[in-house]
């Protein structure tokens, strides 16, 4: 059972434009929500969360919005760069304070592709 | 943030051999996590080493097919055994550090990318 979806595989998006990812869960215990970004032979580096608390966190040119009640998530990208290509891993946890003693739920990637 | 070596990024190994993945990290750390992922796939947690005592495995993982060791604080060895095509993955080390707010976010290795064949 996938607790975490990403359903959309792939996403093309123009230089300048916003880019919007997109994430649902279905476990309501979660309240720790994280974005990754993963290059080509990299690991994932983190990029930005939210605790269940908040409906919104942004860091620079990127915002997080958690719909508690939809039990979804997105991440927006503005404007959006040739270097943002990347596979976007959404990712929970049932840990307010954190990743829950490294047990993440991870879902499938986003493969972001910006062009020039 | 933590640095974490793993050795090594690639290789290609033949059905029923073990290969042992190697990770490096340039700070002490109680807790190390393995994950892995197949092709296609979400991230999944293997399990968790800690320093001084057994690994702690999840659901669907077993420590004969996958013994990990944690001799000191900052290094950690997990062993894919008997390999079949289905443990062709990129195996992931990671260590919890403190991210936005103070809550801690999982930092990983580059992975080590296995192909059986």
């Known amino acids: 059972d996938q607790q975490v979806k990403q359903n959309s595989p792939s996403l093309s998006v123009q230089e300048g434009r916003i880019s919007i990812l997109n994430c649902d869960y279905t476990n309501s215990m979660f309240d720790y929500f994280l974005w990754y970004k993963k290059y080509p032979a990299e690991g994932p580096t983190f990029l930005i969360s939210i605790s269940s608390i908040k409906d919104k966190n942004e860091d620079g040119r990127f915002t997080v919005f958690l719909n508690k009640s939809a039990k979804h998530l997105s991440l927006h990208i503005v404007p959006s760069q040739p270097g943002d290509s990347a596979v976007y891993f959404c990712?929970?946890?049932?840990?307010?304070?954190?990743?829950?003693?490294?047990?993440?739920?991870f879902g499938q990637g986003t493969i972001l592709t910006v062009h020039p | 943030s933590a640095v974490i070596s793993q050795k090594p990024s690639r290789d290609i190994c033949q059905r029923g051999t073990s290969l042992t993945i190697q990770c490096q990290v340039d700070s002490q750390v109680t807790m190390m996590f393995w994950y892995r992922q197949q092709p296609g796939q979400s991230l999944t947690l293997i399990a968790t080493a800690n320093q001084g005592s057994e690994a702690t495995y999840e659901s669907g993982f077993v420590i004969d097919k996958f013994p990990i060791s944690r001799p000191n604080l900052t290094f950690s060895t997990l062993t894919v055994s008997n390999m079949s095509p289905e443990d062709s993955s990129i195996y992931l080390c990671?260590?919890?550090?403190?991210?936005?707010?103070?809550?801690?976010?999982?930092?990983f290795g580059a992975g080590s990318r296995l192909t059986v064949l």
């Open positions: 990671s260590v919890e550090t403190t991210g936005m707010g103070g809550a801690n976010v999982l930092t």
């Open positions: 990712a929970a946890s049932a840990n307010a304070g954190g990743t829950s003693y490294g047990k993440l739920t």
